[in-house]
Nanobody, 121 residues
Framework: QVQVVESGGGLVQPGGSLRLSCAASGNIFMIYDMGWYRQVPGKQRELVAAITRGGMTSDADSVKGRFTISRDNAKNTVYLQMNSLKPEDTAVYYC???????????????WGQGTQVTVSS
C-alpha cells in the first residue's frame, strides 16, 4: 500500500507564510502527478496546485503569485510554499499522489489525511 502524510499546517497571521510538506511511502513503483487541494466546510474540495513528475506546474488563479509547488522525486515528497496568506486561504489542505505500485498495474490516486491551515489575526 501507499501512505501519504502531510505536515506543516498551523495558525498564521494574514500576510504570513507557511510551507506544507507531503511524503509518500510504501510499496511504490513510480509516482506521477502530485497535487495540493483544499476544502472548507460546506464546499467542494478544490485544486490549489499540481506538479507533474517532470516538474510542470499548474495552480489556481486564487493563489497565483503567492503559492509555489515543488517536489523532490528522490524523496517522493511534494511541497507547497504559501506566502502572503489571506484569511480566505483558511482550509484543510490535502495532498494527492498518483502512483503505480507495480510496473504492470494501474495508476491510482492516494490521499493524505489533511492538515489544517488557519489564517487569522
Amino acid at each position: 500500500q501507499v501512505q501519504v502524510v502531510e505536515s506543516g499546517g498551523g495558525l498564521v497571521q494574514p500576510g504570513g507564510s507557511l510551507r506544507l510538506s507531503c511524503a509518500a511511502s510504501g510499496n511504490i513503483f513510480m509516482i506521477y502527478d502530485m497535487g495540493w487541494y483544499r476544502q472548507v466546510p460546506g464546499k467542494q474540495r478544490e485544486l490549489v496546485a499540481a506538479i507533474t513528475r517532470g516538474g510542470m506546474t499548474s495552480d489556481a488563479d486564487s493563489v497565483k503569485g503567492r503559492f509555489t509547488i515543488s517536489r523532490d522525486n528522490a524523496k517522493n515528497t511534494v511541497y507547497l510554499q504559501m506566502n502572503s496568506l489571506k484569511p480566505e486561504d483558511t482550509a484543510v489542505y490535502y495532498c494527492k499522489v498518483d502512483a503505480r505500485i507495480t510496473s504492470w498495474g494501474a495508476k491510482y490516486e492516494y490521499w493524505g489525511q489533511g492538515t489544517q491551515v488557519t489564517v487569522s489575526s
